[in-house]
């Protein structure tokens, strides 16, 4: 037992969590959690300063129980004031009941979008890829038709990465849109994805795909939003942010069965101009990611993934670095400085094939006299970024035997 501070009162005990039926380790009976000699003195402290009383501890550690009522006869008070527990024989809680929540059936869209909201602040936590997951919410007409739950995609875009700006979010149409317009799936795609802002920190794909659970052993539809997001990350990993995540190199889907909808090429030939990235199966060759667009509907280089995701890696890391500038002179040193800070960065992108080429420029012609009175400094940075191939064109011509290539190459 635990002696307390108050010597006239033994109020210590021990907290064992067990699995008894094996849901969580798989063993029934297995001991999960131990808490020893805890206390039920709200002010007792263990001999390093932290805490000791039974609830704090276990409802700051736990993973599985949380700790709300005393048990009777047992009641927690300060030191001074606790009194003896007459409950001396273990007690033992069965959980049962209880409620799982909300399931996917069930949530509603501003439940889900009071949970993202927990990424609105760039300051608060650092996040390049979000996922939409299923899409959920809104009905309207578009192109003729009725499209339905596209709120929750157009809600990431406006209120997360449309605030945050730096981080791209990644999403798949609703799965009616093609399982109920057989002939007509890429018009409909089209159709869902025009409810939508034009944006290049959004990136959508085709539709849905059909995988295996191994945790539940069943087989299941699910959005292949999150497919693509790991396709990028993956990129990352291997390559770099600014390297296409699409194609046969690096854009291949795992654990696929099939695809919900597996365009053709005259289906692509549609969606790809409107910012719909198909996913295709091909025949020996695996589920590609075909396409590198993001939802920018303007032509320009921030329509391609590999483009937008290279400026958010160097508007991430040169914000940074230009932070140590905040408060300096704004004199021919330190504008000196940000660009001997600045253009090695630069190089070693460039080096690694992200860039063509660049310049900073950080002197007195963007730092003008005016600019320094008013306490603000001025990086101008210009940056030419490598171009992902899109389309090939591969020409074959016949030539008659005695012509030489010289005479020919240029001429068709």
């Given at each position: 037992m635990f002696l307390n501070a108050n010597s006239n009162v033994i109020d210590g005990m021990h907290v064992v969590v067990v699995d008894t039926q094996g849901n969580f380790s798989g063993t029934p009976g297995s001991v999960l959690e131990t808490y020893?000699?805890?206390?039920?003195?709200?002010?007792s402290d263990q001999p390093g300063g932290q805490t000791n009383y039974y609830q704090t501890v276990i409802?700051?550690?736990?993973?599985?129980?949380?700790?709300v009522n005393d048990r009777s006869l047992a009641i927690s008070n300060t030191t001074a004031n606790i009194a003896n527990s007459t409950a001396l024989v273990p007690m033992t809680v069965q959980f049962q009941g209880g409620q799982d929540g909300w399931s996917e059936s069930s949530v509603d869209l501003g439940t889900i979008a009071f949970a993202y909201n927990l990424f609105q602040s760039k300051e608060d936590v650092i996040i390049d890829l979000l996922m939409q997951g299923k899409p959920i919410g809104g009905s309207t007409v578009s192109?003729?038709?009725t499209v339905q739950n596209f709120l929750l995609?157009?809600?990431l875009i406006e209120n997360i990465v449309g605030m945050r700006n730096?981080?791209?979010v990644f999403i798949t149409p609703d799965d009616a849109v093609v399982t109920q317009n057989i002939g007509n799936q890429a018009q409909a795609l089209v159709n869902w994805r025009n409810v939508m802002d034009s944006t290049s920190y959004g990136?959508?794909?085709?539709?849905?795909?059909y995988m295996y659970d191994t945790y539940n052993d069943v087989y299941r539809w699910v959005p292949s939003n999150g497919d693509v997001a790991g396709l990028c990350a993956r990129t990352d990993q291997l390559r770099a942010a600014w390297w296409s995540p699409a194609g046969f190199n690096r854009g291949e889907l795992n654990n696929v069965i099939q695809m919900r909808y597996n365009p053709p090429q005259a289906a692509r030939d549609l969606m790809y101009p409107n910012g719909i990235n198909p996913i295709v199966t091909f025949p020996g060759q695996g589920t590609i990611l075909y396409g590198d667009k993001t939802m920018q509907s303007q032509p320009s280089a921030f329509d391609r993934i590999n483009v937008r995701r290279l400026f958010l890696v160097l508007e991430r890391a040169i914000s940074t670095a230009s932070q140590y500038t905040l408060f300096e002179f704004n004199d021919a040193f330190t504008q000196l400085q940000f660009r001997n800070l600045i253009n090695p960065y630069l190089r070693g992108i460039q080096g690694q094939r992200g860039?063509?080429?660049f310049l900073v420029v950080c002197d007195g012609t963007n730092n003008t006299p005016e600019i320094v009175d008013s306490n603000q400094f001025i990086g101008d940075i210009y940056i030419k970024p490598a171009r992902s191939i899109n389309f090939i064109q591969l020409n074959f011509i016949a030539t008659?035997?005695?012509?030489?290539?010289?005479?020919?190459?240029?001429?068709y």
């Open positions: 020893v000699n805890v206390s039920r003195a709200t002010d409802n700051q550690a736990s993973q599985y129980v949380w700790s192109g003729g038709m995609g157009q809600y730096d981080c791209v990136v959508m794909d085709s539709g849905y795909k860039i063509t080429d008659a035997t005695g012509v030489a290539f010289s005479t020919v190459v240029g001429t």
